[in-house]
């Protein structure tokens, strides 16, 4: 990612000091006086803002075989470039690259000296974004790393996880920070590590407003004081469910969503001392809702304490509607994770690909019995007095209800209870138990086998074709914490879906009774004066790990989601397809890689629902040439040695006929 890095030519005069230290030292920094302000641009309009102060420490060998540290602040003269996320839905990644060096001579840096910040979203409705990846790249230029071993050498050090996390915000929202985090970027490489301290950030990597300004800031939780009491032991005190009535709009004003119900949380955390306690807090009454209600998807989120949401997302096909997924924002706070071994860090933990409160269209879900569903591997969420309709509401009233089959004999599921309810969960409700659905082993060939799969655009008409074998290999951790894989050929029989527009498509496979959600994502790619081309840019894969695919795994039925939206794969003309007879095996990340065998695709420009013209892969082209090559030599071969047959038999003919004794002639 970083190898590619460009500097705009215009030069900004700034004086800073470079601090040359044997040993890594703290290094004192005014943000005030180093605060750098950077933005991106899209089309003339600001995309990505970003105030930062910020130090990098270097550590680097020396020829006498001792280790130096080179800090020295990211300049605000920085230059900048990167790339800012469209709205397309599955576009998760914005990055912004702070690049100094040759470009801007007189100030130390000879060589190529960046900084990168990647950030990501949760999609499809963003509620949060966070810091994915931070990347810093150098030189070893003798004048700032005398005696280096290595010197003029480029190095690149990096460190992906998620941090500086929003947590429950009404979008658009920018992210504040004023208190010292420091990063070790030590991943993935094999050079010392890199360690920044970002010193001041100011961030907003999304949904930038016009005028170019930061909207609504949210500050992070480290510029709050937090306590460092000792632990107490577990209160039981028994907390009272309020059961709220809930209003969402659209955008025009109409109410499209209607819900009452109480809601209580049982995260469980770490404490100072190696516990683990559950911290249990409930769903304000007064909480701030906010979403978005379109064609057959309903999405929303009820927001409180600044950093605190549950949010729920809704699918119809105009016959029923059904809820498709949860998630749960939270941050460990004093009030509610009281002595947390990590204080003011916040998590968002959810649960895709539910066809859970399914209801006829028109009416409302109702369910007074509570509900007990595990979101997360540490967050419980329990649902009482629930009536809810998220489509067709009429009048700003329910309609009618289908009430589920714990309330009265109805053929409507109810609220699903799939985990124990804990004794620490205070309530005066009885809860019925039930475990995890166990999926049974995959069964078929141990080889990917070949699926057919069609996805239709709003009109009814085919709009991407898709002909393969898939087969997924993920790693996972088993109990005696050895790293395992398991395979999964994708049925033939996955139920499919997908989008198409002018600019982005998508394929998803649901299977395994919709344990497993696997979308891949194309994008066409648009250049002044290049054919347009498109190519297989993202993938997410969101399953449970359930222990018939994951034998022996550490954390049976748990959810997991893989994500990676900076593929460039099979890259294909405008207007035709991509074929591959060769097997394609990909890394999508550290933990999974996808096999492709017997591509055809085309994900654009699809006419009369059958495939355009080919552009072959490189694998078929040469062996393709090779076969022919092949079969030119061998035919020449056998002709030369049908002559050389030929030739022979003609010879001894020709020797017989003339030393053969004529008698009538000697006679």
Avoid at 92 to 103: A, H, K, P, V
Avoid at 470 to 483: E, F
Avoid at 617 to 639: H, Q, Y
Wanted: proline share 6%; net charge negative.
């Amino acid at each position: 990612m970083a190898s590619s890095l460009t500097f705009p030519n215009r030069l900004y005069n700034i004086i800073f000091i470079v601090i040359l230290c044997v040993g890594a030292k703290a290094v004192s920094v005014d943000s005030s006086q180093t605060t750098g302000h950077f933005s991106l641009q899209e089309n003339g309009r600001p995309c990505f803002l970003l105030d930062l102060s910020a130090t990098c420490h270097v550590q680097y060998e020396k020829t006498d075989g001792t280790v130096a540290t080179v800090s020295y602040p990211v300049p605000t003269y920085s230059q900048v470039s990167g790339f800012c996320a469209t709205n397309d839905e599955f576009d998760t990644l914005s990055s912004i690259q702070l690049n100094f060096g040759d470009r801007v001579p007189g100030h130390g840096f000879n060589g190529t000296f960046a900084l990168i910040l990647k950030y990501q979203r949760d999609v499809p409705v963003m509620t949060h974004f966070w810091l994915n990846e931070v990347v810093s790249v150098y030189t070893l230029s003798p004048g700032l790393f005398p005696d280096a071993k290595f010197p003029n050498v480029p190095v690149h050090t990096y460190n992906i996880g998620t941090y500086l996390n929003t947590s429950a915000f009404l979008s658009p929202r920018s992210y504040l920070c004023r208190r010292d985090k420091e990063f070790s970027l030590d991943q993935y490489v094999e050079e010392r590590p890199t360690n920044v301290t970002i010193h001041y950030i100011h961030v907003q990597p999304f949904l930038v407003q016009h005028g170019g300004k930061f909207s609504q800031t949210e500050e992070c939780p480290q510029d709050f004081q937090s306590t460092t009491e000792p632990p107490y032991p577990v209160t039981t005190d028994t907390l009272v469910i309020p059961v709220g009535h809930f209003v969402l709009h659209d955008d025009k004003g109409q109410i499209c969503l209607l819900a009452n119900f109480g809601a209580m949380f049982r995260v469980e955390y770490e404490l100072i001392q190696g516990m683990t306690r559950n911290a249990t807090y409930v769903l304000p009454e007064n909480c701030a809702i906010s979403g978005s209600c379109e064609e057959g998807t309903v999405h929303v989120t009820f927001s409180f304490d600044t950093a605190f949401n549950l949010s729920a997302s809704f699918s119809s096909n105009e016959k029923t509607f059904k809820l498709v997924s949860l998630s749960v924002g939270y941050i460990r706070s004093a009030d509610n994770f009281p002595h947390a071994l990590y204080p003011d860090t916040s998590d968002i933990e959810e649960l895709t690909n539910l066809t859970l409160l399914e209801t006829d269209a028109g009416k409302s879900y109702l369910c007074k019995e509570p509900g007990v569903i595990k979101v997360g591997p540490h967050v419980t969420l329990e649902v009482l007095e629930l009536q809810i309709q998220p489509f067709d509401v009429k009048n700003g009233t329910f309609g009618e209800t289908n009430e589920c089959n714990k309330d009265h004999s109805s053929t409507i599921a109810p609220f699903p209870t799939i985990v124990p309810a804990s004794s620490n969960i205070p309530t005066n409700h009885t809860h019925t138990t039930t475990n995890m659905p166990t999926l049974p082993p995959p069964v078929g060939p141990t080889e990917p086998v070949q699926g057919n799969y069609t996805v239709h655009d709003s009109e009814g008409k085919v709009c991407l074709l898709a002909d393969m074998g898939l087969q997924l290999r993920i790693n996972y951790t088993k109990q005696n914490g050895q790293i395992a894989t398991g395979v999964v050929n994708v049925p033939v029989n996955s139920e499919v879906s997908g989008k198409c527009s002018e600019s982005h498509s998508s394929l998803t496979l649901t299977f395994y009774d919709a344990t497993f959600n696997l979308t891949i994502s194309f994008a066409m790619h648009k250049k002044d004066g290049d054919p347009d081309t498109y190519q297989w840019t993202g993938l997410y894969l969101s399953y449970v790990e359930a222990p018939s695919i994951f034998p022996g795994t550490q954390h049976p039925n748990e959810p997991r989601l893989i994500l990676n939206t900076s593929l460039n794969l099979f890259t294909t003309g405008a207007g035709k397809s991509y074929k591959c007879n060769a097997d394609v095996d990909m890394t999508v990340t550290k933990d999974m890689a996808i096999l492709v065998r017997r591509a055809h695709l085309q994900a654009f420009g699809v006419t009369s629902g059958q495939f355009s013209a080919p552009d072959e892969c490189a694998e078929d082209s040469n062996g393709s040439v090779d076969k022919t090559a092949i079969i030119v030599v061998g035919f020449v071969l056998l002709v030369i040695a049908l002559c050389i047959a030929v030739a022979g038999v003609v010879g001894k003919r020709k020797e017989h006929m003339v030393y053969v004794r004529l008698p009538s002639l000697l006679d």
